[in-house]
């Protein structure tokens, strides 16, 4: 079965630190890969996607940026957190070709 | 510019009774519905789906109806229970790189006892 694993769980960074946060997915191979955050209060915003090692598209210009070092490894990162980087960040994937999403547990991210 | 939308962000229902959460969507080349049940400090997990060829699919407790021509969906719980208690995301995916979904802003839904 596949399984999908996000860490850590919750951090508190200060502005202007660096951030990397990880996600692994297993028992599948190829998978489509997503970071999405959930700021206070909002829905659910698509930060970057991935079809493969190397591939990254970014939804929306920010401070933040993706890399797929491995087929089932994708991280996001930061060189300088800002207040505004707050958030709860969830990494998902999915089939090639499928429709919907596996979640992993999410990283309450708060920037002080 | 908001896709899916859910305008109610709250619900608060009695246990025993039917919920119902609604969602909108704005781009008619999504082809394919899903709703996901969010707790907090969670991720969302998956609950039920509908693709456009359909306009109503069954899950137990829970029934996704889909209107293409108000381009509008709901899901319905019957009866809620209080565990049931959760934030609901609604998503829509059209054909594509990656299956992207888009999500609404989500309703948080209180079954009360």
């Known amino acids: 079965s596949q399984t999908i694993h996000q860490w850590p769980a919750t951090l508190v960074q200060p502005v202007g630190s660096p951030l990397s946060l990880e996600c692994t997915v297993e028992?599948?191979?190829?998978?489509?890969l997503y970071w999405y955050r959930q700021a206070a209060g909002r829905g659910l915003q698509l930060l970057f996607y991935s079809v493969g090692i190397g591939q990254i598209s970014s939804e929306v210009p920010q401070n933040l940026s993706a890399s797929r070092p491995q087929d089932r490894q994708f991280i996001l990162s930061s060189k300088k957190l800002l207040l505004s980087d707050s958030g709860f960040y969830l990494c998902?994937?999915?089939?090639?070709?499928?429709?919907?999403?596996?979640f992993g547990s999410g990283t309450r991210l708060t920037v002080v | 510019d908001q896709q899916v939308k859910q305008n109610s962000p709250s619900l608060s229902v009695q246990e025993g009774r039917i919920s119902i959460l609604n969602c909108d969507y704005t781009?008619?080349?999504?082809?394919?519905f899903l709703w996901y049940k969010k707790y907090p400090a969670e991720g969302p997990t998956f609950l039920i789906s509908?693709?456009?060829?359909?306009d109503k699919n069954e899950d137990g407790r829970f029934t996704v109806f889909l209107n293409k021509s108000a381009k509008h969906l709901s899901l319905h719980i019957v009866p809620s229970q209080p565990g049931d208690s959760a934030v609901y995301f609604c998503?829509?995916?059209?054909?594509?790189?990656?299956?992207?979904?888009?999500f609404g802003t989500g309703t948080r839904l209180q079954v009360t006892l």
């Open positions: 781009n008619s080349m999504f082809d394919y």
């Open positions: 028992g599948t191979s190829n998978p489509n």
């Open positions: 998503a829509a995916s059209g054909t594509g790189t990656a299956s992207k979904l888009t």
């Open positions: 998902a994937w999915s089939r090639t070709g499928g429709y919907g999403y596996t």
């Open positions: 509908i693709s456009s060829i359909k």
